[in-house]
T-cell receptor
Framework: SQKIEQNSEALNIQEGKTATLTCNYT??????LQWYRQDPGRGPVFLLL?????KEKRKERLKVTFDTTLKQSLFHITASQPADSATYLC?????????FGTGTKLQVIP | DVKVTQSSRYLVKRTGEKVFLECVQD?????MFWYRQDPGLGLRLIYF???????EKGDIPEGYSVSREKKERFSLILESASTNQTSMYLC??????????????FGPGTRLTVL
């Protein structure tokens, strides 16, 4: 069956460093992959989308890579700030709907 | 800005009650979704709708039904609430564009407790 794995352990990182979050998947061939941010008690907010034929996507301090051979996406936040502390969800895309991972909680320590 | 609103932030119901969760979006999106989110299980799709009066089962439709009579409104119905339906319920909407992959816009969520 399809499986999406994100680090269940929280990731603690010092302010100013680069945070790297991992999304691995099995038994799936997504057409695209999305990353969302979720703050406590709120709905997820879309950050980036990367298509299967793209290797890398950037948006300001965010960078996403997508390796369909390794079945993995990496999400990087450079020059991390305490305001980046949140849970980050990856979502694998099919036609009109996506399947979400369980998310990784990021804590940026001042 | 796209806005997705949900009828309640918090709801407490008794076992066996019929529960209605309402979701409204103001951006003329074709697609609407209902998810539940539980610790360790992430977001799981209950139902989605790609047009008025159309619905598709998601991954966990048992115990739920939906209604979409108007494009902007998507309702989730728990016919007879049970304690295992205690959860955070999230509604989302997205555009439906042929050949495009579209972000989902989420509402703030309804935390439902079934006693």
């Amino acid at each position: 069956s399809q499986k999406i794995e994100q680090n269940s352990e929280a990731l603690n990182i010092q302010e100013g460093k680069t945070a790297t979050l991992t999304c691995n998947y099995t038994n799936y061939s997504p057409a695209y992959l999305q990353w969302y941010r979720q703050d406590p008690g709120r709905g997820p907010v879309f950050l980036l989308l990367i298509r299967e034929n793209e290797k890398e996507k950037r948006k300001e301090r965010l960078k996403v890579t997508f390796d369909t051979t390794l079945k993995q996406s990496l999400f990087h936040i450079t020059a991390s700030q305490p305001a980046d502390s949140a849970t980050y969800l990856c979502a694998l895309g099919g036609y009109q709907k996506v399947t979400f991972g369980t998310g990784t909680k990021l804590q940026v320590i001042p | 800005d796209v806005k997705v609103t949900q009828s309640s932030r918090y709801l407490v119901k008794r076992t066996g009650e019929k529960v209605f969760l309402e979701c409204v979006q103001d951006m003329d999106h074709e697609n609407m979704f209902w998810y539940r989110q539980d610790p360790g299980l992430g977001l799981r799709l209950i139902y989605f709708s790609y047009d008025v009066k159309m619905k598709e089962k998601g991954d966990i439709p048992e115990g739920y039904s939906v209604s979409r009579e108007k494009k902007e409104r998507f309702s989730l119905i728990l016919e007879s609430a049970s304690t295992n339906q205690t959860s955070m319920y999230l509604c989302a909407s997205s555009l439906r564009l042929a050949g495009e992959y579209n972000e989902q816009f989420f509402g703030p969520g309804t935390r439902l407790t079934v006693l």
